[in-house]
């Protein structure tokens, strides 16, 4: 499983946390069915939002295209 | 179209967040200069040409935080502070234009693409009222000092290869406001704008901006003045996944706001009396206050079909100022228009982006607060007003009333130009200016989709009491 956490909190929501969930919503099926999706906060790095952790590594200024490609990436999907 | 965090949108907020700060901890006249400079450092750049122009438009935004208009980085920012360190108030016309940003958008509107096959029809020189294009070497060709830009060819073509293409601003601008003016700049008509704001939001180069009223905010915010928020009924889910109306209330309270109401109270009152007023000619809504800006600039001759009431941020304004004259009041929403409807009941008057901004500025989380207790909420109408429909379900509840409505100020115009020459078959007009309504204002977090979510379960809260 991949654990996708995403924080909530208002300084990562401002740079557009509510969108990485939508992004999510959108994978293809197979790919979802392997993640985890939580909200959480405060990751830490409040000034470079949105923050999200992937099993235990985090990313910051996070974009849904670069979401995406890490998730696609270790859910070991190549499209 | 889907409301979605830009670029654009990521700058104009951590420009508002850093100028907050900054008031906050009196450094503005010292750090500001640095800003533009801290603001690249910190990854606002690769945007333009070079990071000389990429600064000189990052100033132009923090004029336009601090509450001052652009003036072409011709002067000190330490200049635009002092001079908005001494004001009141910040005067409209809000919503300017940044001149050095504007990408003066090349205006060829009609283009013929690659697509173009060179068939045998040739039905774009046949639709053409003007003799303006042919097919030449096997490619239509328009002749520019001929073609009217009509686009009559755009609709003729079967391949769908004629382009009418027009600046994002001014086709975002329902109301034709927005023009190419000298040097090709986008130019504002404020005789025409409704101050709606979704130019702000359309244009991809951040070209079209608007003043903001934090600096004055702040500083009374700082003098311990008495200060009291007016929250429009379409906050819920603006704050964040899970954010509570209680925790968004907690959040004012520790940014130093003694008080804050929910506007659905008067929403509730507005719905119950544009009901009563309800007489033998049709009724519309005075709520919007871009909708009724259009209806009085466009439509003079249905002015007296606009309800007599103010709207619910004017009414329960206008009842604070009666019991507590000397409160500093603040509407909090998701419009631009508000911030000129009525500025001698409001002190200021903020978006949702400009108030998450000093949360950030303050270091305030407010998924980490604990809800304030809201002991009794306005009604599900009154609560309901923010979605395009409710305002009219409202009048509906106090009054059985045939409705009819307006959703975005093209439909809007459809609705009142057929009201004017053949009247209207309803006893009430819900006209928004806004697409989806409130939820889809200008100075919203997040798009309507997520924001409709919020609020259906929001009101699912009972109205009387709510933990």
Known sequence: MITVEICIGTACHLMGSEEIFTALEELPPKLKSKIVIRGTSCLGGCDRGPVVRINNQTYYRVTPSELKAVLKKLGGEDS | MRRITSEIDKIRRQVLTEVARLAFEGRLLRELEDLPYKLFDNGIKNYRCCQFKERAVLRERIRLSLGENPVGDREPLVKAATQALKREKVEGPMLQVIDIACDKCPIDSILVTDACRHC?????????????????????????????????????????????????????????????????HATIDPALCVNCGQCTISCPFGAISYKSEILPL???????????????PSAPGQFGRNISMGQLF??????????????????????????????????????????????????????????????????????????????????????????????????????????????VARDINLSKLAPKKLEVRPSVYGRGFAASGGVARAVENHKKVKVERGDGLAECQ??????????????????????????????????????????????????????
């Open chain 2, 120 to 184: 045998v029809a040739h039905n774009c020189e046949n639709a053409c009222p003007r003799d303006a294009i042919h097919v030449i070497n096997g490619k239509a060709v328009i002749e520019k000092d001929k073609c009217i830009e009509c686009g009559l060819c755009v609709g003729a073509c079967e391949f769908g290869a004629i382009l009418k293409i027009q600046r994002p601003c001014e086709r975002a601008c329902q109301v034709n406001a927005i023009s190419s003016g000298d040097d090709r």
């Open chain 2, 218 to 232: 702040i500083l009374n915010l700082l003098d311990g003045r008495k200060v009291i928020a007016l929250v429009a």
């Open chain 2, 250 to 359: 907690a959040g004012l309270k520790k940014l130093g706001f003694a008080q804050s109401l929910e506007l659905g109270f008067a929403a509730d009152e507005v719905a119950q009396r544009e009901a009563a007023e309800m007489g033998d000619s049709w009724l519309t809504n005075s709520c919007c206050p871009a909708y009724k800006d259009l209806v009085q600039k466009r439509y003079p001759t249905l002015k007296e079909h606009i309800s007599d009431l103010p709207s619910p941020m004017a009414l329960a304004a206008q009842k604070i100022r009666e019991s507590d004259p000397d409160a500093y009041l603040v509407f909090i929403g998701p419009c631009l228009a508000k911030k000129t409807e009525a500025p001698q009941l409001l002190d200021a008057v903020l978006t949702f982006e400009e108030l998450a901004c000093l949360f």
């Open chain 2, 414 to 467: 459809r609705i009142l130009t057929l009201a004017q020459k053949l009247g209207l078959d309803a006893d009430f007009l819900e006209g928004m200016a806004c697409p989806g309504g409130c939820l889809g204002g200008p100075g919203t977090l997040v798009d309507s989709t997520v924001s409709k979510r919020a609020l259906a379960l929001d009101l699912k809260q009972p109205d009387k009491k709510n933990g």
